[in-house]
């Protein structure tokens, strides 16, 4: 019998390329999830994202689900993060140039808005679990991340106990507060924008 080929660390040869293989198995059956319940909420809020309802959209076992998504605001954090991550892509590819820090900042949590009010059930979700979750998220974070690099620029770096971060929590935190006042009903998105301009201008200023 022919001995199996070896690397030089002893593993077989065929072992790194069957671990690729099924970690990217395993990416694209998350995804698979986690796109799946994006859907479910888009069209029924929180509520629609019952864990087997979204393992059958999924096409996995409710086993499979529970493997990934210890629990139903661990799924619901994961959509948040995905949300963020089209949100920082969309960013990426066309960063705001115009206007000082403010008008730069703005920006961004306007296309925010615009971005997730085109699904307001899925907003409505999203926003729900960062108030009502006792699972940690880094949706802050991310959010104090991308108006920094809106209002002073990506390329600098910005030290963890720089006041400017805590003043760009603050405004994130704004935001939220006004996302929850339209999906309420109670502004629509010019008033908001307008109260925006008025906390980033206060708050932005000197940035």
């Known amino acids: 019998m022919t001995a199996e080929p070896t690397a030089a660390d002893g593993k077989t040869a065929g072992q790194p390329v069957q671990q690729g293989v099924r970690s990217r198995s395993q ?22 994202m019952q864990m087997r309802t979204v393992a059958e ?10 493997r ?21 892509g969309s960013i990426e590819r066309r960063p705001p140039r115009a206007g000082a820090s403010p008008q730069r900042a703005v920006e961004v949590l306007m296309r925010a808005t615009r971005g997730l009010m085109r699904e307001p059930e899925l907003a409505e979700a999203l926003i729900r679990s ?27 770096e910005i030290p963890a106990d720089d006041e ?12 939220t507060m006004e996302m929850i ?19 980033a201008s206060r708050l932005l200023t000197g940035f």
Do not use: C, N
């Not at 959209?57 to 529970?66: D, E, F, N, Q, S």
């Not at 661990?74 to 995905?82: K, N, Y």
């Not at 006792?134 to 002073?152: N, P, Q, W």
């Not at 006042?181 to 008025?198: D, K, N, P, V």
């Open 27 to 48: 990416h694209q059956r998350r995804k698979r999830i986690v796109q799946a319940a994006a859907a479910l909420a888009s069209r029924g809020g929180i509520e629609a």
């Open 164 to 175: 400017r971060r805590v003043v760009a929590k603050a405004l994130s935190s704004v935001w």
């Open 130 to 156: 960062l108030l009502l979750s006792d699972v940690k998220t880094d949706f802050g974070d991310r959010m104090t991340g991308l108006l920094l690099r809106a209002a002073v620029g990506p390329e600098s």
């Open 68 to 88: 990934y998504f210890p629990s139903k605001m661990d799924l619901v954090v994961a959509v948040v993060s995905e949300e963020l991550d089209l949100l920082e």
């Open 57 to 66: 959209r999924a096409g996995v076992a409710l086993g499979t689900l529970y």
């Open 181 to 199: 006042e339209m999906l309420r009903g109670h502004a629509t998105a010019e008033e908001i924008q307008q109260r925006l301009e008025t906390a």
